[in-house]
């Protein structure tokens, strides 16, 4: 089964900077996009950034411009480097997958088990 391990979270100033990584299994035939999402306690799970299989890139409005999200093909594995953090952005971080297992397969979703991610002074 297609399996994505994030890792890289931790604790970190205001100010700081962390990058967090997201590989997936070699069993994944075909990535449509993957993306980057967060869900702190008590809110809904939401969009932070995303990546297609042609490098277009997207994020929310809450990030842009501190955070970047980019690919390394060769080791199947997607970067969320985040500059800047603030407390408000304290959550666990999930990377989510557009894939496909096999060429007969259809695209499901796919994700991480999530990866803590902690900004306080």
């Known amino acids: 089964q297609v399996q994505l391990v994030e890792s890289g979270g931790g604790l970190v100033q205001p100010g700081g900077s962390l990058r967090l990584s997201c590989a997936a299994s070699?069993?994944?035939?075909?990535?449509?996009?993957i993306a980057w999402y967060c869900q702190a306690p008590g809110k809904q799970r939401e969009f932070v950034a995303r990546?297609?299989?042609?490098?277009?890139?997207n994020y929310a409005v809450s990030v842009k411009g501190r955070f970047t999200i980019s690919r390394d093909t060769a080791k199947n594995t997607v970067h969320l480097q985040m500059n800047s953090l603030k407390p408000e952005d304290t959550a666990v971080y999930y990377c989510?997958?557009?894939?496909?297992?096999?060429?007969?397969?259809?695209?499901?979703?796919?994700w991480g088990q999530g990866t803590q991610v902690t900004v306080s002074s």
């Open positions: 989510y997958a557009l894939a496909r297992a096999t060429i007969s397969s259809s695209y499901a979703n796919y």
């Open positions: 070699e069993t994944i035939f075909t990535t449509n996009r």
């Open positions: 990546i297609t299989s042609s490098d277009i890139t």
